[in-house]
């Protein structure tokens, strides 16, 4: 049972503009999400997180959306980069409990 | 300060035989975890560490076994590797208090034939 999902594997947006990745999930007690990047040959690495009793959290071009009544959270990427193009996994954790990661979304930002 | 480090970075094993994966992490983090990420599948938890003597299960623990004898290691056995056991595994670390962020290792990737 995936607790966290990214149902989309890819996405390609263009330089310059907003690149948004999702992340849905299904447990009403995860109370802190967090987004992870990774290039290729490296391990992940934190990015940005939100706090359950928040709905937004901004951290310069990167910005988390919590929607907890639809159990969805967003990272929105503004203007997106070149090197932003890595894989983006979402992860979600239970009162400091263990990390639970969706499978990933590969972000390719073209010139 | 180098972080969180692995070794080996890459290791095919035939079926039947043992390794031992190493991670070593120089940030004084009480918690460490080994991850393995199957091919277009998220990270999935085999083990991890609240400090230095303690260990507990994850997800998929079954074919592993860990030790942590100091606060700086945390090797990963593989017993008897199986196919299934082919995959990338990543070693990481985090603070007292800020358990979700972790910091990862390179990996390794293991392939076993």
């Known amino acids: 049972d995936q607790q966290v999902k990214q149902n989309s594997p890819s996405l390609s947006v263009q330089e310059g503009r907003i690149s948004i990745l999702n992340c849905d999930y299904t447990?009403?007690?995860?109370?802190?999400f967090l987004w992870y990047k990774k290039y290729p040959a490296e391990g992940p690495t934190f990015l940005i997180s939100?706090?359950?009793?928040?709905d937004k959290n901004e951290d310069g071009r990167f910005t988390v959306f919590l929607n907890k009544s639809a159990k969805h959270l967003s990272l929105h990427i503004v203007p997106s980069q070149p090197g932003d193009s890595a894989v983006y996994f979402c992860?979600?954790?239970?009162?400091?409990?263990?990390?639970?990661f969706g499978t990933g979304t590969r972000l390719q930002v073209f010139p | 300060n180098a972080g969180v480090t692995q070794t080996p970075k890459f290791r095919i094993l035939k079926i039947g035989q043992s390794m031992t994966l190493q991670c070593t992490q120089d940030?004084?983090?009480?918690?460490m975890y080994w991850y393995r990420q199957d091919p277009g599948m998220g990270l999935k938890l085999i083990y991890y560490?609240?400090?230095?003597?303690?260990?507990d299960k994850g997800e998929v623990p079954n074919g592993y076994n860990v030790s942590r004898s100091t606060t700086e290691d945390f090797p990963l056995r593989l017993e008897l590797a199986a196919p299934s056991q082919t995959s990338v595994y990543f070693c990481?670390?985090?603070?007292?208090?800020?358990?979700?962020?972790?910091?990862f290792g390179p990996g390794t990737r293991l392939l076993v034939l």
């Open positions: 990481a670390s985090s603070r007292d208090g800020e358990q979700e962020t972790q910091y």
């Open positions: 447990n009403s007690m995860f109370d802190y």
């Open positions: 939100i706090s359950s009793i928040k």
């Open positions: 992860a979600a954790s239970e009162g400091a409990d263990k990390l639970i």
């Open positions: 940030m004084n983090h009480n918690y």
């Open positions: 560490s609240v400090g230095a003597g303690i260990t």
